[in-house]
């Protein structure tokens, strides 16, 4: 039972723009409401387990398809860098990502980047890179920067030029 | 009642199971242990985890490594198992024990380094735009200051956004501002700390004054992961706002209600989310002067504001409005929105989850009106908000807490906690497959 804080003494001639409460409920909270509450606690409850667990399967779903593109980038160019940075999808939400590094030793994006296409499934730890392109040095992956594309993404005109 | 209460309001301690103590002990270091390994690894200095900062920890022994993903979920899902320890066996606590934990957790944290939030740096930026460089904080970004040192360490999401606090807590950082940007820094430490003291103490009281367990109380609170590791370790000035909270709350309960009004209007001239107890003190209490209390606090801090800031000082709900357009990964309306097959969420879910927060809002302040208790009617809000929001951060679930573990509905603590646990399991991805 919840009981309300009584009220002060001194707070009668203050009190203002209601003169009476309900009643009903001052001293027992009706058990029908609090059983319809608690119902209603235990499926948002459960709902919000359940989303959680979802997310928790999604986001490690995602770091396995992440690694596999990294261990592709890695394999195809032979440089093991560790500092590669990976785009996702984020317009149309596939899971085609890009991942770019360096084409020589270097701090992050410091040297010329080439940039690799990744889709399809994980197939033995990697992915397909069906294409790709170049980056100037310091510049972040937006079309306007790009050249020198090849494979796929030069049929798509990923370039532009 | 549990023993430690008993023994708080002056009846007999009974006897618990021999085992209890030494298992309690066990849970105490292990949460210990688990922010002691944070703040060190945290202290050896950036990491994806560990904002860019002044070296202020550096006198710290520089033993273990950079603070990554694997470590830190670790420590806090130990840390999280030991709170649920502590929690279970708190009659095992004396409350010198209990205050004992409570002051090594903060004063660990309190030694390291900013934790897992830039927001610090946000906080000392607005006030050196202020002092420093003369410019409003509420017109413009910390961009507008990027020669000042503390630029350099602002998130870089909040580099051209204008502050989005209260009035109150502005001018209150002012002070600072003048130490240099270390001197700021340690200086929103002690604030954070001091603010938790508050709270916490005031926890006692109002746990003791409504015959609960206040030892459980102050460890459901002081002890928790999500409140020393991010609130506390990332010097949060929601600690500020929930001081004031408690502080209404005490009023209230001493029917001091004019000052009760005071403390919570200047809580959300701090930060406005708190003003969601206003109606509930007033459903509850009904009295002129809690009228008089806020109406008062908000005349003097709006006359500052103004003089301040000019008008925008005091339109407290933009930044609200804006900020509510955020949407982070972590919230629970995005997990709801993955769960059924959408990307995120879209401006109809927003309208929804805003619906659906009236509706709880409404039927809360009915049930009010018809009795309920009306400080937990205030943390089932403030637990309402946290979930209904599209921007979640660890700090935003801790509001509820210190209402929580003194409402008269037990309901309301249990699911603040599994709010939390779901937040700390949602957190834990990159241990399970780890990027390399």
New interface residues.
């Given amino acids: 039972?919840?009981?309300?804080?009584p009220?002060?003494p001194?707070?009668n001639?203050?009190?203002?723009?209601?003169s009476t409460?309900?009643r009903?409920?001052?001293?027992g909270?009706?058990r029908t409401?609090r059983a319809v509450?608690?119902a209603v606690?235990v499926l948002v409850?459960l709902?919000?387990?359940?989303?959680?667990?979802?997310?928790?399967v999604?986001?490690?779903h995602t770091?396995?398809r992440?690694?596999a593109d990294?261990r592709t980038w890695r394999l195809y160019t032979g440089h093991a860098y560790r500092n590669l940075s990976v785009s996702q999808d984020v317009h149309t939400?596939t899971t085609r990502d890009v991942v770019c590094g360096n084409t020589s030793p270097g701090g992050p994006k410091e040297r010329v980047q080439l940039c690799l296409t990744m889709t399809g499934p994980v197939v033995n730890g990697r992915r397909r890179a069906p294409g790709g392109w170049y980056l100037p040095p310091k510049a972040e992956n937006l079309r306007r920067y790009r050249y020198a594309c090849f494979g796929q993404a030069k049929e798509q005109r990923q370039c532009p030029r | 009642m549990s023993v430690a209460a008993q023994s708080a309001l002056g009846v007999p301690r009974a006897r618990s199971h021999r085992w209890a103590p030494a298992l309690a002990g066990a849970c105490a270091l292990v949460a210990v242990a688990a922010t002691a390994e944070i703040v060190l690894d945290g202290a050896i200095g950036h990491s994806l985890l560990i904002p860019k900062s002044p070296s202020i920890a550096g006198w710290l022994p520089n033993i273990g490594e950079r603070l990554g993903f694997r470590v830190f979920l670790i420590a806090i899902i130990a840390f999280t198992l030991a709170y649920g320890g502590v929690l279970a066996l708190a009659r095992s606590f004396t409350p010198r024990a209990a205050v004992a934990l409570i002051g090594a957790l903060h004063l660990i944290v309190f030694a390291g380094p900013i934790l897992l939030s830039t927001d610090v740096f946000s906080y000392i930026a607005y006030a050196r735009m202020g002092v420093e460089h003369g410019l409003n904080p509420y017109l413009h970004g910390p961009s507008a200051i990027s020669a000042d040192p503390v630029f350099h360490y602002v998130g870089q999401d909040w580099k051209h956004t204008a502050t989005a606090y209260g009035p109150l807590y502005t001018l209150l950082s002012y002070p600072l501002a003048p130490l240099g940007l270390r001197g700021a820094l340690w200086g929103m430490k002690i604030v954070a700390l001091l603010a938790s003291a508050v709270t916490l103490v005031l926890t006692w009281r109002c746990a003791r004054e409504r015959r609960h367990d206040p030892v459980f109380a102050i460890l459901a609170v002081g002890a928790n992961p999500l409140y020393v590791i991010y609130t506390v370790g990332g010097a949060h000035n929601d600690l500020i706002m929930l001081a004031l909270m408690m502080a209404a709350v005490s009023l209230?309960?001493a029917?001091r209600?004019g000052a009760a009004a005071a403390a919570v209007t200047a809580g959300a001239l701090v930060k406005v989310t708190v003003a969601v107890l206003l109606p509930f003190m007033f459903i509850?209490?009904?009295?002129?002067?809690q009228?008089v209390g806020a109406a008062a606090v908000v005349a003097i801090v709006a006359v500052a504001a103004y003089a301040a800031f000019g008008v925008h000082g005091l339109d407290v709900f933009a930044a609200l409005k804006r900020d509510a357009a955020f949407v982070s990964t972590d919230s629970?309306p995005?997990?709801?929105a993955?769960?059924f097959g959408k990307?995120g969420v879209f401006p109809i879910d927003h309208d929804l989850l805003k619906v659906a927060l009236v509706v709880i809002v409404v039927h809360l302040l009915w049930?009010?009106?018809?009795?309920?208790?009306?400080?937990?009617a205030s943390g089932w809000t403030l637990l309402a908000i946290s979930?209904t929001s599209t921007w979640l951060l660890a700090w935003y679930i801790v509001w509820p807490l210190p209402l929580a573990v003194i409402?008269?509905?037990r309901?309301l603590l249990a699911?603040t906690l599994?709010?939390q646990a779901?937040f700390i399991?949602?957190q834990?991805?990159?241990l399970?497959?780890?990027?390399?």
């Fill in positions: 039972m919840s009981a309300p804080t009220a002060s001194g707070s001639a203050g009190r203002l723009l209601f409460r309900g009903g409920e001052a001293r909270e009706p409401v509450e608690t606690l409850g709902l919000l387990a359940v989303a959680t667990i979802n997310d928790v999604l986001r490690t770091n396995h992440l690694n990294l939400y | 209230t309960l029917r209600d509850a209490r009904r009295s002129r002067a009228l629970f995005t997990e709801i993955h769960l990307p049930r009010t009106w018809r009795g309920y208790d009306w400080i937990a979930v409402a008269r509905d309901r699911a599994a709010v779901m399991v949602h834990t991805a990159p399970f497959v780890p990027v390399s």
